[in-house]
């Protein structure tokens, strides 16, 4: 069992920045794809951003391209998103994920506000 615990989050301006942090308690971290998702109320999780388990590949959302930046550090068994030049409407619950084979892992999920 994989536990992700998620930081970093916030109330933030419009136009400011914020990085989140995913810690894995994982020591096979290098072998996981890690990925960001959110959920806004009143709407369904979606994607955010992934990586694959190297840190060589990232796919991104198109509402966040350019703006946002995923990495992993296996060494630190840790995952980041780093959220720059945020709107109003990236507010939602991000959640972080860790994928490998059949498995699949999620955090408990951290607040982003993002005000006007």
């Known amino acids: 069992q994989v536990q992700l615990v998620e930081s970093g989050g916030g109330l933030v301006q419009a136009g400011g920045s914020l990085r989140l942090s995913c810690a894995a308690s994982?020591?096979?971290?290098?072998?996981?794809?890690m990925g960001w998702f959110r959920q806004a109320p009143g709407k369904q999780r979606e994607f955010v951003a992934g990586?694959?388990?190297?840190?060589?590949?990232?796919t991104y959302t198109d509402s966040v391209k350019g703006r946002f930046t995923i990495s992993k550090d296996n060494d630190k068994n840790t995952a980041y998103l780093q959220m720059s030049s945020l709107k109003p409407e990236d507010t939602a619950v991000y959640y972080c994920?860790?994928?490998?084979?059949?498995?699949?892992?999620w955090g408990q999920g951290i607040q982003v506000t993002v005000s006007s």
């Open positions: 994920n860790a994928r490998h084979s059949v498995y699949e892992y």
């Open positions: 994982e020591r096979t971290f290098s072998d996981y794809n």
């Open positions: 990586i694959t388990r190297s840190g060589g590949s990232t």
